[in-house]
């Protein structure tokens, strides 16, 4: 939603799952999508020393976020979802790419486009 907000994505939907806003707390603790890197977040936080965020906090996304500790683990959860990238970044673009070679998209659509 950040990126959305400052202009540097076009809408304010979830990179990962499609969800109509993809805000701090989706990313963190929502979106199925990063649940591989949701978990060693939580993983490399505790190695921190940082208390694992719990669903009777109201507002753990803010509690992660103002603790200098936690700092690391956030920014190795970024990298390693690629979510903090506009759109156009040349890494997002080659990913999505992948992503479509993968399910054989250009194929398909070049089938659509031929008949």
Known sequence: MYLHWIHA???AICQG???PRETIHH???ECRKWRHQQNKLYRDLEVDGVMRP?????HPQGRLLG??????A???FLASTGVALPRAH??????????????????????????
Do not use: H, M, N, Y
């Open 74 to 76: 956030l920014l190795q």
């Open 27 to 29: 990313l963190l603790f």
């Open 90 to 115: 040349p890494q997002w673009t080659a990913e999505r790419a992948q992503k479509d070679d993968e399910w054989g998209l250009e194929a398909l659509e070049e089938v659509i486009r031929t008949g």
């Open 54 to 58: 719990t669903a009777a906090e109201e």
């Open 17 to 19: 799952c499609g969800s």
């Open 67 to 72: 603790e200098p500790r936690a700092t690391k």
């Open 9 to 11: 994505q076009e809408d």
